[in-house]
């Protein structure tokens, strides 16, 4: 029975596999323009052919070590980690067949803020150890167990809102109370890293921290991507097509926590793109959650990269942190959503 | 001639003590003027340094600290302890001050020494609130010869320096430590990247500008944090080995005091390598 249901799953992703070749590919090109823009942009002007000599590894030393040991890795990171928060939102959102559920609403990145502050305020790591990163996956993966158990088996919206703000809001306060707490003279700056996010001067030190995580946490999720399709049917269906709904519940949380909290661990909290990019992919590839899930991977991974190009072409005295930019598009694309949800469900709109 | 002035106005603005003695009982609530008021004032004159005074990072004379009582740095304690006067920087805790002016106590201010010069004058008017001018004179004096050996050893090649704090803090050239740079022979290049009173510069701006040499508050390497991560970025690693990091612990420059003549025997250390 069980086979049964897997092939079944498995013929339906086949067919369903062909709609969405060209939304894949226009957005791939998309996010390789951005990845290519991200190398050329910054506060030093390098003309396009130097940093083309720069990457062949010609041209000036100076040229060299901006675009390949500045550039490159947060070029990596902006992309693999807008990639696995977009996955993370898309998973999330197949898993509890809500459109609502993001990692950032439900207080992922603040708990793995949160952890990981923990441990370097207890003066267990310092921030380029291994250890980091799994202190920020133990916290994402807390908050989304408690947040799922809180919420029960049949999410309801308002329900999963409420429990991810009480759950975001106390891992903040957590990650301030830890840093003032540390004996840290510069805490305030460094809760602000924590709390807004960015890829600023990231280095591969950085990059080989948290990709390892992001990698798993990543296949992990797309290994799941049929069974959200199942799962769509109702969870007594998909139970019946054999989907074991407790074990895929499971996995899931484990990658998204460690898609997020590799994330978190390098950049810090950067929320809504696992909101905003599943919602902006939907039009293009349609409802089937497991067709969503690569586009959503796309779009998240083009969405950071071109907010962390944005920060770094307005023109501020210090720079404008790139969790900031993506909240400011971010929230008010939530509540545009929740006036929407709210008209669906009936919820009382005259 | 402007520093001078400034030096001058401020002596001036001393109302000089008439017991030789100086006040019985002073409390600091400053980190740089607990620097001042230790150096200068009699340990009994000393009822209570702030909150940072042990701090060995940041304080000259952190192990000196341990002999005095810490305050809280909040106007509540002070009140309590009733000093005849209290040092204070003119900066910060703002509201702790107008509450203690408030109630009657006398408060000296204090402003961020900006050059070796206004540092100077702060001793001088600290040695003549507490009582003990001979002292900061005496201050003044190795800060003075410290000052002419850095100029004896400064070769005719100067070496360019980037001074570079954590996350990429730059002390631009209205700075103590601009003046200390230039004083060793060195030169500051964070005028010409735009910094006048100080900012971040982003590791592209560093790497771009390639100064000779970077001054750093520690030659740590394991980063507690992520301002200190920015430090041993490997493009600053591999372009600044320890060899081309000129190491100046905090203590020696955030405050102007006694502890300048170390800093200048330091820089004028790092001055005298020849350029590669």
């Known amino acids: 029975m069980k086979a049964d249901g897997r092939t079944r799953a498995k013929t339906f992703g086949a067919a369903a596999a062909l709609g969405t070749g060209g939304p894949t590919l226009a957005l791939t090109a998309v996010v390789l323009v951005l990845f290519v823009g991200s190398l050329a942009i910054g506060p030093v002007k390098l003309s396009p052919l130097a940093v083309a000599e720069a990457l062949a590894g010609q041209g000036s030393e100076t040229a060299r070590i901006i675009v390949q040991e500045i550039r490159l890795p947060r070029a990596i990171l902006s992309v693999a980690i807008g990639g696995v928060l977009g996955l993370s939102g898309a998973a999330l959102q197949g898993l509890l067949r809500n459109p609502l559920a993001s990692p950032a609403l439900f207080g992922a990145p603040q708990a793995a803020a949160f952890g990981a502050v923990l441990a370097i305020s207890l003066g267990l790591v310092n921030v380029l150890s291994f250890a980091l990163p799994i202190a920020a996956i133990l916290g994402a993966f807390l908050s989304v167990f408690v947040l799922l158990a809180v919420a029960g088996r049949n999410a309801n919206l308002l329900l999963l809102i409420l429990a991810g703000l009480a759950l975001s809001s106390l891992a903040g306060a957590g990650t301030s109370l830890a840093m003032n707490l540390a004996p840290n003279p510069f805490a305030v700056l460094e809760i602000s890293f924590w709390l807004l996010g960015s890829l600023e001067d990231r280095s591969f030190r950085h990059v080989a921290l948290a990709l390892p995580f992001i990698v798993v946490g990543a296949t992990l999720l797309m290994a799941q991507r049929q069974k959200f399709r199942v799962l769509a049917l109702g969870e007594e269906t998909a139970q019946s097509l054999g989907v074991d709904v407790e074990r895929l519940r499971l996995l899931v949380v484990v990658g998204v926590a460690l898609g997020v909290g590799g994330a978190v661990a390098v950049a810090g909290t950067i929320g809504f793109i696992g909101l905003v990019a599943p919602h902006l992919m939907r039009p293009l590839v349609g409802w089937d959650p497991a067709k969503l899930m690569v586009p959503s991977a796309l779009a998240g991974a083009g969405l950071l990269t071109a907010a962390d190009i944005a920060v770094r072409l307005i023109p501020a005295a210090t720079d404008v942190k790139v969790g900031v930019l993506t909240a400011i598009i971010g929230v008010p694309f939530f509540l545009w959503l929740i006036v929407r949800e709210r008209r669906a469900l009936g919820g009382g709109v005259s | ?276």
């Open chain 2, 1 to 276: 001639m402007v520093r001078h002035l400034v030096a001058v106005l401020l002596t001036l603005l001393i109302v000089a003590p008439a017991h030789a003695a100086g006040p019985k009982r002073i409390a600091s609530l400053n980190l740089c003027t607990d620097q001042l008021l230790m150096a200068l004032a009699d340990p009994e004159q000393i009822v209570g340094l702030s909150p940072y005074a042990r701090d060995a990072d940041r304080s000259f004379m952190a192990e000196e600290a341990k002999k005095f009582r810490l305050l809280s740095g909040t106007a509540e304690d002070v009140l309590m302890l009733e000093p005849d006067l209290v040092v204070a920087g003119r900066f910060a805790r703002r509201a702790t001050r107008m509450l203690l002016k408030g109630s009657g106590l006398p408060v000296a201010e204090f402003d961020i020494a900006r050059s070796i010069a206004e540092a100077k004058a702060d001793i001088s008017r600290m040695g003549e609130l507490v009582g003990h001018p001979e002292r900061a004179a005496a201050a003044n004096g190795r800060i003075d010869a410290a000052l002419a050996r850095a100029r004896a050893a400064a070769t005719g090649h100067a070496r360019t320096v980037l001074a570079v704090s954590r996350r990429g803090w730059v002390p631009g050239g209205q700075t103590l430590t601009n003046d200390l740079l230039n004083a060793a022979g060195l030169v500051n290049i964070a005028p010409k990247l735009g910094f006048r009173t100080g900012g971040f510069a982003s590791l592209e701006t560093i790497v771009a500008a390639r100064p000779d040499d970077i001054l750093v508050a520690g030659g740590g390497d394991t980063p507690e944090d992520q301002g200190q991560a920015f430090l041993l970025h490997p493009a600053l690693t591999r372009l600044y080995p320890p060899a081309r990091r000129i190491v100046m612990p905090e203590r020696l420059t955030v405050c102007g005091g006694p502890m300048l003549a170390d800093a200048l025997d330091r820089l004028a250390a790092a001055a005298g390598r020849l350029p590669p």
